[in-house]
């Protein structure tokens, strides 16, 4: 059989292609990423400059990595690793080095295309990953991480993920989890987890659960839901006591819709028929 393996995973593909489809959606997926981590590194930057001076002292017990002086020398790496792919395709280039400008281009299909052939595409993908996951951790959002349960029984590791990362990993043992199929587990195994709201209404839409966080907060503020605190401090909920919630409203509100119904019905049906 003649072809080429995808770099990514090994697949055989057609002659001349050198990425999967899976492998291709995942590049896309870090190329749209790249905007968003790259928006948040420069705020998370630009706050430091306004004097951040204590940024890096938080205690040895804090969960979060002590907020690196590095995040300059982070964010060049990502430009460079993007700048310097980018020459590789041989298209016409926009002029900017800003990775959210060079990553946008590259995410368009004709280069998607062009770099589908290239037989660097994969080592993109892993450079880009590993420097995106090292962006995310030097933001000041690296504090916003999901809980995603505990790894096994044989492992006492817990599984986390930065917030919008693909990948969550194990606290011990660094094993790997893709975050979707993670929250899905999350979901059905553990409904004792507990999580800011925000984290609970994004894992519980994974489900197409679809809570409004208007609608949560007000359960919240009624008492509806109770929250626990976590060592940081942020308030938590448990996510079966969201779900439960949601579905006792859902309920509720479909029964006012049919009484509803019923009246107007009964309303039309009591009214003299004209003759
Ligand atoms: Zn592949
Ligand atoms: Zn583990």
């Known amino acids: 059989m003649s072809g080429t393996p995808c770099g990514g995973c090994g697949a055989m593909l057609a002659s001349g292609i ?27 930057l630009e706050r430091r400059d306004v004097g951040a001076a204590s940024v890096g002292l938080g205690g040895a017990a804090s969960a979060v990595e002590p907020l690196n002086l ?20 041989p298209a ?26 290239m037989d660097w595409a994969a080592d993109l993908i892993g450079e880009l990953e590993e420097s995106l996951n090292k962006c995310r951790e030097a933001t000041d959002r690296s504090l916003e991480r999901i809980s995603l349960g505990h790894h096994s029984t044989e492992c006492p590791g817990k599984v986390r993920a930065i917030a919008g990362a693909r990948w969550g990993r194990c606290t011990e043992c660094r094993e790997r989890f893709e975050a979707a199929t993670q929250h899905q587990w ?44 976590s060592d940081d401090g942020a308030k938590t909920y448990q996510l079966k006591q969201v779900y439960d919630v949601h579905q006792t409203m859902v309920a509720k509100r479909e029964r006012v819709a049919a009484q509803t119904k019923l009246k107007k019905q009964a309303r039309l049906d009591a009214q003299p028929i004209a003759a």
């Open 186 to 229: 999350m979901i059905s195994e553990a409904w004792h987890v507990t999580a800011p709201l925000p984290h609970i209404i994004r894992a519980l839409r994974t489900l197409h659960v679809f809570v409004k966080p208007k609608d949560a907060e007000n359960w919240a503020a009624r008492h509806k839901l109770i929250s626990c605190i």
């Open 92 to 117: 016409m280039r926009p002029a900017s080095t800003q990775p959210h400008i060079l990553a946008t281009w590259m995410r368009q299909p004709a280069q998607i295309k062009l770099i589908r052939g």
């Open 18 to 44: 050198r990425l999967c489809h899976d492998c291709t959606t995942t590049l896309e997926y870090h190329l749209e990423q790249t905007v968003d981590v790259w928006a948040n590194l420069q705020i998370t």
């Open 70 to 89: 590095d995040a300059h020398d982070i964010g060049y790496t990502l430009q460079t690793i993007l700048t310097g792919w980018a020459q590789h395709i």
